[in-house]
C-alpha cells in the first residue's frame, strides 16, 4: 500500500524567510503524480503545486517550489519569502493512475503545521 | 472558489440519526471523491464514483454509502451515527487523467451528540 509520511507535526517560520517541509512516500510504482494542499483556518483544501513523477526538475510556483528526489522519494516543500498568510496546514499527497492499478485517488500524509510568525 | 459545492456547511445531529451529505462537482468533471477529516487528522479516502460507478473504496464504514446521479452530483449517506463520526466530511472532483489535481469543496462539518 502507498504510504506518505510527513515527519514534522509543526514548523515556524518568520516572516520574510524561508522554510521546507519535508515529505516522504513508499511505492513500487514507477509512474505517479505528487501534490501539496494547503489547509488554512478556514478548512478549505488549496492545491499549491504539483510535480510529475518522470520530470525530473522540480516545480515551481511563484514563492513556493519543490525538491522531488525520486530514487530518495523524497517530497519536500519549499516556501520561500513567508508570509502570514502563508499560515496553514500543509499536506502532501500522492497519487497513480488506475492504468498502474491505483484508483486515481490521493493519498495524504497528516500533514504539517506552518505557524509565520511576524 | 474551487467550483465544488458542499451542502450544508454544519450539521449536528444525535447519535443513532441518520443524515446525507451532499456533493456538486466542478462543471465537466466526471469523478468525485469523498474523504474524512477527522479532529487534527489527516484525509481518509472514503470513496469514489466515476460517472455513476463506484470506482474505488476506502476505509469506509458499512453505515456509510454514496452513490452518483445522472447529473453527477454525488450523496454520502450516514446512517446510525456514533460520536466518532464527528468530522469534516471534504468532497473533491476531478477530471478523468490522474496528473490532474482534486479540486475540493469546502466540506461540510457534521456533529454527533
Known amino acids: 500500500a502507498q504510504t506518505v509520511t510527513q515527519s514534522q507535526p509543526e514548523m515556524s517560520v518568520q516572516e520574510a524567510e524561508t522554510v521546507t517541509l519535508s515529505c516522504t512516500y513508499d511505492?513500487?510504482?514507477?509512474?505517479?503524480?505528487l501534490f501539496w494542499y494547503k489547509q488554512p483556518p478556514s478548512r478549505q483544501m488549496i492545491l499549491v503545486i504539483r510535480?510529475?513523477?518522470?520530470?525530473?526538475q522540480n516545480a515551481t510556483e511563484n514563492r513556493f517550489s519543490v525538491n522531488f528526489q525520486k530514487a530518495a522519494k523524497s517530497f519536500s516543500l519549499k516556501i520561500s519569502d513567508s508570509q502570514l498568510g502563508d499560515a496553514a496546514m500543509y499536506f502532501c499527497a500522492y497519487r497513480i493512475p488506475l492504468t498502474q492499478g491505483g484508483s486515481e485517488k490521493l493519498v495524504f500524509g497528516k500533514g504539517t503545521k506552518l505557524t509565520v510568525n511576524p | 472558489d474551487s467550483g465544488v459545492t458542499q451542502t450544508p456547511k454544519h450539521l449536528i445531529t444525535a447519535t443513532g440519526q441518520r443524515v446525507t451529505l451532499r456533493c456538486s462537482p466542478r462543471s465537466g468533471d466526471l469523478s468525485v471523491y469523498w474523504y474524512q477529516q477527522s479532529l487534527d487528522q489527516g484525509l481518509q479516502f472514503l470513496i469514489q464514483y466515476y460517472n455513476g460507478e463506484e470506482r474505488a473504496k476506502g476505509n469506509i464504514l458499512e453505515r456509510f454509502s454514496a452513490q452518483q446521479f445522472p447529473d453527477l452530483h454525488s450523496e454520502l449517506n450516514l446512517s446510525s451515527l456514533e460520536l466518532g463520526d464527528s468530522a469534516l466530511y471534504f468532497c473533491?472532483?476531478?477530471?478523468?487523467?490522474?496528473?490532474?489535481?482534486?479540486?475540493f469543496g469546502n466540506g461540510t462539518r457534521l456533529t454527533v451528540t
Open positions: 510535480q510529475e513523477a518522470y520530470k525530473q
Open positions: 511505492t513500487s510504482e514507477s509512474d505517479y503524480y
Open positions: 473533491a472532483s476531478s477530471v478523468t487523467v490522474y496528473n490532474s489535481p482534486l479540486h
